[in-house]
Structure formats: C-alpha cells, structure tokens
C-alpha cells in the first residue's frame, strides 16, 4: 500500500480508539454518577401521597385517556 493510504488507516484507527474510549468513560462515569446520587434521592411513598393529590392525578389520567382514544397508554 501506498504511504497516504497507511496514513489514512491510521489516522482513521486513532480517531475511531479515541472515540471507543471517550463514550466507554462517558458510560461508565454516568454509571457511577446514577449509582452515587441515586441513593441520595429520596422516593416518594405511595403511602404518604395526600389522597387529594391521588384524586387529581388519577382525574388528568381519565381525561387524558379520554382524549386521546380508548388505546394503551
């Protein structure tokens, strides 16, 4: 092969390995982050839910089913 040829194969591997490894620190950091905050964030109960809070959003549910037709959600 040609020397421009074998430049453009190994510029076209570096850039393809740098990118292979940005979105695998990229995953693995966001993965990291989700674990480490997410036991921080407290979830809400369904028990403590106030039931007029619990009335108004099963109420926008109906009216949004009824909207939008009789399908799946």
């Not at 020397?3 to 990229?26: D, R």
């Not at 693995?28 to 108004?56: C, E, Y």
């Amino acid at each position: 092969m040609s020397e421009i040829v074998m430049q453009g194969v190994e510029l076209a591997l570096l850039g393809m390995g740098t990118v292979f490894l940005f979105l695998t620190a990229l995953v693995l950091l966001t993965m990291a982050m989700s674990k480490w905050l997410g036991d921080g964030v407290p979830r809400p109960d369904d028990q403590n839910i106030d039931p007029t809070t619990l009335a108004v959003i099963s109420e926008a549910i109906q009216q949004y089913k009824a909207r939008r037709g009789s399908g799946p959600v």
